[in-house]
């Protein structure tokens, strides 16, 4: 399994808005199935960065596909090559 970075762009309106409710419940669904490592997402730039698990492109862009909010977007699927953060290491050993 590989790590993709879906770099994503979207357009704001009021039906945008309402369709967030069920687009986070998708995105929760992925997160708890570990399909989806990160999820953040700027205002300020109307832009979001996703880290997903998969296969191939395709298979990201099948999973994205699925969300309420895909009609607004226009994405970039990059595969990466390295993926390190501070949550993924082990927590500091604390002697008492």
């Not at 967030?20 to 419940?25: A, E, I, K």
């Given at each position: 399994?590989?790590?993709?970075?879906?770099?994503?762009?979207?357009?704001?309106?009021?039906?945008?808005?309402?369709?967030?409710?069920?687009?986070?419940?998708?995105?929760?669904?992925?997160?708890?199935?570990?399909?989806?490592?990160?999820?953040?997402?700027?205002?300020?730039?109307?832009?979001?960065?996703?880290?997903?698990?998969?296969?191939?492109?395709?298979?990201?862009?099948?999973?994205?596909?699925?969300?309420?909010?895909?009609?607004?977007w226009?994405?970039?699927?990059?595969?990466?090559?390295?993926?390190d953060?501070?949550?993924?290491?082990?927590?500091?050993?604390?002697?008492?």
């Amino acid at each position: 399994m590989n790590k993709y970075q879906a770099i994503i762009s979207f357009d704001m309106d009021e039906e945008f808005m309402s369709l967030v409710p069920p687009h986070r419940t998708y995105i929760n669904y992925l997160l708890n199935k570990g399909v989806i490592e990160t999820y953040t997402v700027s205002m300020e730039t109307q832009q979001s960065w996703i880290v997903v698990n998969a296969n191939t492109k395709v298979d990201v862009e099948e999973v994205l596909k699925a969300s309420p909010l895909h009609k607004y977007w226009s994405m970039e699927i990059v595969e990466l090559f390295v993926y390190d953060s501070q949550s993924n290491r082990l927590p500091a050993v604390q002697l008492n």
